[in-house]
């Protein structure tokens, strides 16, 4: 079965940016949402179609999807983007998610 | 604004069986495919199924195939997962979400929004 692989932590600065991972056999030939969680609260669609941010995202999250790595960028990041980060692709009808990024602002 | 509210969570023993709904507000129901994922406790997100805006084309995960079959009642705008057979790894909170397109088997899709989830937890 495929797998979506993250690291599990990353720490940064405020004002800092952040990239988060996710790597995969042929990610890039596949679209790559990301999904944002903070503690209990259902997860948030950020990222979708590798690069998209769906309206009220603001500016500062962007993502790219080349190879076999999709990456998530928080620039300037800030206190409030503290949260699980989630990469989720499709093969084979079947939705896949990483194990998520838990970012701590620091 | 659309809204996904879910229910039917709820202590079970192995084996027994527990049925989740979805209700659905803000959207045209019947035009979009709908997902059920699940997060166990402290644990990741996991896809448990799928189900396009007619109900007709249905997906599963490996580890509910089987098990849990998901339907949809357009005239109510609610969604169903039916689970049967459940064991201690099914214990997680159940969020069904909205895919942007009738068809859930694109590989273009994504969930948005999200549910609040309703909680399962299966232990005797």
């Known amino acids: 079965s495929y797998e979506l692989t993250q690291p599990p932590s990353l720490s940064v600065s405020p004002g800092q940016t952040a990239s988060i991972t996710c790597s995969g056999d042929?990610?890039?030939?596949?679209?790559v949402c990301w999904y944002q969680q903070k503690p209990g609260q259902s997860p948030v669609l950020v990222i979708y179609?590798?690069?998209k941010r769906p309206s009220g995202i603001p500016e500062r999250f962007s993502g790219s999807n080349s190879g076999n790595t999709a990456t998530l960028t928080i620039s300037g990041t800030q206190a409030m983007d503290e949260a699980d980060y989630y990469c989720?692709?499709?093969?084979?009808?079947?939705?896949?998610f990483g194990g998520g990024t838990k970012l701590t602002v620091l | 604004e659309v809204q996904l509210l879910e229910s039917g969570g709820g202590l079970v023993q192995p084996g027994g069986s527990l049925r989740l709904s979805c209700a659905a507000s803000g959207f045209t129901f019947s035009r979009y495919a709908m997902s059920w994922v699940r997060q166990a406790p402290g644990k990741g997100l996991e896809w448990v199924s799928s189900?396009?805006?007619?109900?007709?084309?249905?997906y599963y995960a490996d580890s509910v195939k089987g098990r849990f079959p998901i339907s949809r009642d357009n005239s109510k705008n609610t969604l169903y997962l039916q689970m049967n057979s459940l064991r201690d790894e099914d214990t997680a909170v159940y969020y069904c979400?909205?895919?942007?397109?009738?068809?859930?088997?694109?590989?273009?899709?994504?969930?948005?929004?999200w549910g609040q989830g309703t909680l399962v937890t299966v232990s005797s």
């Open positions: 042929n990610l890039g030939d596949k679209y």
């Open positions: 179609q590798d690069t």
């Open positions: 979400a909205k895919i942007p397109y009738f068809y859930a088997s694109g590989n273009n899709n994504w969930f948005d929004p």
């Open positions: 189900i396009s805006g007619d109900g007709v084309s249905t």
């Open positions: 989720q692709a499709w093969d084979s009808s079947t939705a896949v």
